[in-house]
């Protein structure tokens, strides 16, 4: 027999095709209990338990494309609640990350250019501005491929300058270093970490480098992890925008990562490798920091 509380719920489901009396004694139930029951005052839990779910909501549908964690983050922000409850309200209302495939995307290292040695390796970030990693990718369009180029601070995990184009030359790579440089002035000596690929290794972008005093770094061959956290990005924008959308032009295509970048990744997208916040969230705070208390850079994770 199910437990008293299940009865009255298939009651009271049933009660609109069945006579009370009947489901009463067919559920052995007394109908003053089930009277009582039906108007007993929800708990304070089950009271929680709907603002809880209403926060769950407003978030995922913000961000369709974020998990339990970063959607107990939010929630965090407005009520008092653990993460393994927000999990299971999730999956009572079937709310789930509409996440897609991963993207691996290919460079063309086939060049006879030099190359730079890595030099991430051997240097501490603990500021904005110190390192910037830069990646090219490409978005299918109703016209053809809309490229993409990205410059992003090692530190913020900021997208600091960006650039798009029908051809994936240096010209576009440069157009993003130009951007980043306009918006945030780095002081000579940043170094700029690339992989390999014959837009990051030619003699205009090297140049571009050299009259800002920036010092070129680049993946070791045939190890795609040197540049993770820039690849990270284009992960993030093929899943999250990408593979969920339709591009007839690529002004659409581009609007659309403008607004992703801007509107989204770099001012909400909750990061694990930031302790769950923004990058913009994270400059600000270290700016705020840094002019006065000690800084403590949080434990890293998951560039997601």
Known sequence: MQPVSARYETV???SSAYALSVLCETLEISRSGYYAWLNRKPGKRTLEDVAIRREILKAHSAAPTYGADNIHADVREKLVCGRNRVRRLMKEMGVR???KRKYKATTNSRHNHSVSPDLTKTVMVSKPNQVWVSDISYIQTGEGWLYLAIVKDLFTREIVGYATGDRITSGLTESALKNAVLRYRPA??????SDRGVQY???TYRELLQRHGFVSSMSRKGNPYDNAVAENFFSCIKCEMVYLSTFETRRDAALAVFQYIDGFYNRRR?????????PYEFRRRWEAASAG???RVPVSGNDA
Not at 270 to 278: K, P, T
């Open 12 to 14: 009271k489901r049933l």
């Open 293 to 295: 208390s000690r800084w």
């Open 270 to 278: 909750r990061h694990e490798s930031l302790g769950r916040i923004s």
């Open 97 to 99: 990350s509409i996440r």
């Open 201 to 203: 290794c030619c003699v």
């Open 188 to 193: 000579r000596g940043l170094i700029c970490h």
